[in-house]
């Protein structure tokens, strides 16, 4: 596993949790039912990315390609800069 899966799977795990906090505080400010269902799923890829930060440390061999780990960054990158607008 090379610095740079190391780096995709960082960065996927500190947007999901950006992501599943903000969705979080939102459905306790506003108690709306699709924010729990947001929630829920912004939970789902948090805990993908907890699961790809444990295998840095128990596999020395990746289970996932690079481009899975690209792709599914950028499609958590793309969730919060539309949350951002």
Same mark, same amino acid.
């Given at each position: 596993?090379? !610095?740079?899966?190391? +780096?995709?799977? /960082? &960065?996927?795990?500190? +947007? ?6 903000? &969705?979080? $505080?939102? *459905?306790? #400010?506003? #108690?709306?039912?699709?924010?729990? @269902? ?6 789902? +890829?948090?805990? $993908?990315? /907890?699961? %790809? @930060?444990?295998?840095?440390?128990? $596999? !020395?061999?990746? &289970? /996932?390609?690079?481009?899975? %780990? ?6 958590? /990158?793309?969730? *919060? %800069?539309?949350? %951002? #607008?």
């Amino acid at each position: 596993m090379g !610095p740079w899966d190391v +780096f995709l799977r /960082v &960065s996927f795990a500190g +947007f999901a949790a950006i992501l599943a906090t903000v &969705s979080v $505080q939102s *459905y306790v #400010r506003h #108690r709306e039912r699709r924010f729990l @269902l947001l929630s829920a799923a912004f939970g789902l +890829f948090l805990a $993908q990315g /907890v699961w %790809l @930060l444990a295998e840095i440390a128990t $596999q !020395p061999i990746s &289970s /996932v390609g690079t481009p899975w %780990l690209a792709l599914n960054l950028a499609v958590l /990158v793309s969730l *919060y %800069l539309a949350l %951002l #607008r």
